[in-house]
């Protein structure tokens, strides 16, 4: 007979040898759950997140104000793609700007973020996006990666792969780290003239030139396919600049004014050295 002591000296002893077991058991049940950074409940019921990153009130203390956001500054004006929207509501703008900016980051205008540039105003991020008219399996180029904001809006979309480019190597190297981080895995990002595009992954569905060059460079034409969009603010530096939609149709580059916008110059030998043609 098992004396009560040593009943219950088993029962722990067998309790502490199949604890580990338990353990491994309960850690691959919560596999389902995304990692802290991916964390799930959603945010408003039609966001279903591509990157996994969406956070609920008690994580993300700026979600009401980005909803806000989107719906007093970017539904309000006219934005309706409803992916694009949905894409809006969920990438976290106070992560792409600097610390000391963070309270600021869900007001509707640029802020800077070193090197003399800026992140974009977030509703001339959702016009754009929508302005591409990306569909599933859409290939999609940016120039001028800056925070790494743009792109993962371009991400967040889920339509396929997004590649970006950035000329100024601290800017490329924080923005592909911060887009690592927060899940965009189908974000490409390289250090570069983004001028003469990126032919190892051409031709790209769309473009997007979120820095202003004074004409339209031909590389990045010339990389399109057959029914490309190239969304482009164009212009002389320092001053405002026409928002240009060019699209092909039928083998011919049709032009689509949009308006005055204000952009950063878009840098580099490229632009100094290039062909105006076919600039409007
Ligand atoms: N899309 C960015 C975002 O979401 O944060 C904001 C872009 S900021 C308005 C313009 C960016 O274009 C800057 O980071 C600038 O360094 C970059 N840029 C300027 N000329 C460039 C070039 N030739 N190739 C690639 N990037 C360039």
């Known amino acids: 007979m098992v004396k009560k002591q040593d009943y219950w000296a088993q029962k722990i ?12 058991l309960i850690f691959l049940a919560a596999g389902c759950t995304p990692p802290a950074s991916r964390i799930s409940p959603t945010a408003s019921p039609e ?8 956070l609920t009130p008690a994580e ?3 979600l009401q104000a980005r909803l806000e956001m ?7 004006r006219g934005v309706n793609d409803p992916n694009v929207l949905r894409a809006m509501r969920i990438v976290p703008r106070h992560l792409f700007v ?16 070193g090197y003399g540039q800026t992140i974009s105003q977030p ?14 399996g859409d290939k999609v180029l940016e120039i001028g990666t800056g925070s790494g904001y743009q792109a993962a809006v371009l991400a967040e979309l889920g339509y396929g792969e997004v590649y970006s480019i950035e000329i100024i190597p601290e800017l490329a190297e924080t923005a592909s780290k911060r887009l690592k981080e927060l899940g965009y ?6 250090q570069g003239d983004g001028y003469y595009g990126w032919k190892e992954h051409a031709p790209y569905d769309a473009i997007i030139v979120t820095a202003a060059p004074d004409h339209l460079p031909s590389p990045l034409v010339a990389q399109l396919t057959e029914d490309g969009r190239i969304v482009i603010p164009i212009g002389p530096v320092g001053f405002f600049q ?4 060019f699209e092909n149709v039928n083998g011919e580059l049709e032009a689509q004014n949009l308006g005055g916008v204000a952009f950063v110059p878009l840098t580099g030998a490229g632009v100094e050295s290039g062909s105006s043609a076919p600039t409007p």
């Open 60 to 62: 993300d203390p700026f």
């Open 98 to 113: 600097p610390p000391n900016q963070t309270s600021l980051a869900y007001e509707d205008h640029p802020l800077p973020i």
């Open 13 to 24: 002893a067998i309790i502490s040898r199949i604890w580990p077991g338990i353990l491994i």
């Open 123 to 136: 509703y001339i991020v959702a016009w754009m996006t929508e302005l591409l008219d990306l569909k599933e």
């Open 70 to 76: 989107v719906k007093s500054t970017i539904e309000s």
């Open 185 to 190: 895995d189908n974000v490409q990002t390289k």
């Open 47 to 54: 966001s279903s997140p591509t990157s996994g990153l969406i």
């Open 242 to 245: 026409t928002l240009w939609k």
